[in-house]
């Protein structure tokens, strides 16, 4: 009888077991707010401020914690014209995804660019003052990348939901 290979389980386990519950509480205050003081956090969590510092250094070291940022607002900084964009390549071979990635990654107006699976290889998401600069970017920017097919652009007209914040499961 041939022996069958296992299959690894679910591969996103739904509890990190390396996270207990104060680290779970650490890492949902500090995405309300990076600025929260070590002192604060460690009355928070009912912890001293040393052990809250540590635990703190090790989420950072673990990369639990990527980074700190100030949330801006778009529309004070002139840039109130946001847009998804759908982007096809003549082919879907390494050479040209690595040059498509490479160009996104050098343009500031590219806020998320994702390879994604389904009827087109690429989801943007692009942040601009206006149509005329979107129109600038997309031909300049975009269309001219060697292999780019295809694209379609959605604008919002509303942000109904904007957020940075990652559930921390229980």
């Given at each position: 009888?041939?022996?069958?290979k296992s299959v690894p389980a679910a591969t996103i386990p739904a509890r990190d077991p390396k996270l207990d519950r104060i680290d779970r509480k650490?890492?949902?205050?500090?995405?309300?707010?990076?600025?929260t003081s070590v002192s604060q956090?460690?009355?928070?969590?009912?912890?001293?401020?040393t052990p809250a510092l540590e635990?703190?250094?090790r989420l950072q070291a673990a990369g639990y914690i990527e980074g700190y940022f100030a949330r801006l607002s778009p529309?004070?900084?002139?840039l109130g014209l946001l847009a998804y964009v759908e982007v096809s390549l003549d082919r879907t071979t390494t050479d040209a995804f690595e040059r498509f990635k490479q160009v996104m990654l050098a343009h500031d107006e590219?806020?998320?660019?994702?390879?994604?699976?389904?009827?087109?290889?690429?989801?943007?998401?692009v942040r601009v003052t206006d149509m005329e600069s979107y129109r600038r970017f997309l031909g300049d920017r975009i269309a001219s990348v060697r292999g780019v097919q295809q694209t379609h652009t959605y604008f919002v007209m509303?942000?109904?939901?904007?957020t940075h914040v990652?559930?921390?499961p229980d």
């Open positions: 009888m041939a022996q069958r650490l890492l949902a205050r500090l995405q309300q707010d990076g600025r956090l460690a009355r928070e969590v009912n912890l001293t401020v635990r703190v250094r529309g004070k900084l002139g590219v806020m998320e660019c994702h390879m994604v699976a389904g009827g087109f290889d690429y989801l943007l998401k509303e942000e109904v939901k904007s990652i559930v921390v």
